[in-house]
């Protein structure tokens, strides 16, 4: 039976909705510049990153339909799981019209989730590192680079080398015993404040696979969460 979880609401036990038609499994495009040189053959192409891009879902009624509680569903934006791929989620907005006149008439329409690049593990646990050892080995089990967020619990000046190579240093201020270094928003923060002035150095990328994180410093307590993702 075909299946999504939508902003943590599971289709199956959504009245008279039937998901007819899961999206393919399908790899995003590369962005790229492209520049043409006089007098140089072919030309220069410089990739710029994944797009984001569509995953169209056909969903159908049942004659004991709640239409209303439906269209409350389809809208907005939040993680969607697809029952093809049920051990990952994407981050995906609804920003098509959906046609709700022909769901009512021909009890079929077409939901297009617009999905950023990447798929992420499912219900991935946070890695809780005992400070008594010096070197960690953190998984992460996509396919693809993976950016972290590490929460820091700890005083003075922390330094953090992944993999053998150095990243980031970061200095808690005199008040403060705690941060989180979120390497896919390119921000430190506690709260809702940015800390980013008491960092330098780079945010964290693990590879694919088990990754070697070390700190110097004094620490109380690390947390991390790998974010494995694929493509």
């Given at each position: 039976m075909n299946y999504i979880k939508w902003k943590e609401q599971d289709s199956r036990y959504i009245k008279g909705l039937v998901i007819c038609e899961l999206p393919p499994i399908t790899k995003p495009q590369m962005r790229v510049a492209e520049t043409v040189i006089d007098g140089v053959d072919g030309s220069l192409i410089e990739e710029l990153g994944y797009a984001s891009y569509d995953k169209p879902l056909l969903i159908g009624l049942t004659q004991n339909a709640n239409i209303d509680e439906i269209i409350r569903l389809f809208s907005g934006q939040g993680e969607v799981v697809f029952s093809n791929e049920p051990d990952k989620f994407y981050k995906a907005h609804i920003i098509s019209q959906i046609d709700y006149a022909r769901l009512v008439r021909f009890k079929t329409a077409t939901v297009v989730f617009r999905v950023q690049p990447y798929k992420y593990k499912l219900d991935e646990i946070p890695v809780t590192i005992s400070t008594s050892e010096n070197v960690y080995n953190v998984e992460n089990w996509g396919t693809e680079n993976s950016k972290p967020l590490i929460h820091l619990v700890g005083s003075g000046t922390v330094q953090c080398r992944v993999n053998g190579n150095s990243t980031f240093e970061y200095t808690f201020p005199s008040n403060e015993t705690e941060v989180y270094i979120d390497?896919?928003?390119?921000?430190?923060?506690?709260?809702?404040v940015l800390k980013n002035?008491?960092?330098?150095?780079?945010?964290?990328?693990?590879?694919s696979g088990f990754n070697e994180i070390a700190f110097t410093g004094t620490l109380t307590s690390v947390e991390i969460s790998a974010r494995s993702r694929w493509i």
């Amino acid at each position: 039976m075909n299946y999504i979880k939508w902003k943590e609401q599971d289709s199956r036990y959504i009245k008279g909705l039937v998901i007819c038609e899961l999206p393919p499994i399908t790899k995003p495009q590369m962005r790229v510049a492209e520049t043409v040189i006089d007098g140089v053959d072919g030309s220069l192409i410089e990739e710029l990153g994944y797009a984001s891009y569509d995953k169209p879902l056909l969903i159908g009624l049942t004659q004991n339909a709640n239409i209303d509680e439906i269209i409350r569903l389809f809208s907005g934006q939040g993680e969607v799981v697809f029952s093809n791929e049920p051990d990952k989620f994407y981050k995906a907005h609804i920003i098509s019209q959906i046609d709700y006149a022909r769901l009512v008439r021909f009890k079929t329409a077409t939901v297009v989730f617009r999905v950023q690049p990447y798929k992420y593990k499912l219900d991935e646990i946070p890695v809780t590192i005992s400070t008594s050892e010096n070197v960690y080995n953190v998984e992460n089990w996509g396919t693809e680079n993976s950016k972290p967020l590490i929460h820091l619990v700890g005083s003075g000046t922390v330094q953090c080398r992944v993999n053998g190579n150095s990243t980031f240093e970061y200095t808690f201020p005199s008040n403060e015993t705690e941060v989180y270094i979120d390497s896919e928003l390119q921000d430190a923060y506690l709260g809702s404040v940015l800390k980013n002035r008491n960092m330098v150095g780079e945010f964290p990328v693990l590879n694919s696979g088990f990754n070697e994180i070390a700190f110097t410093g004094t620490l109380t307590s690390v947390e991390i969460s790998a974010r494995s993702r694929w493509i």
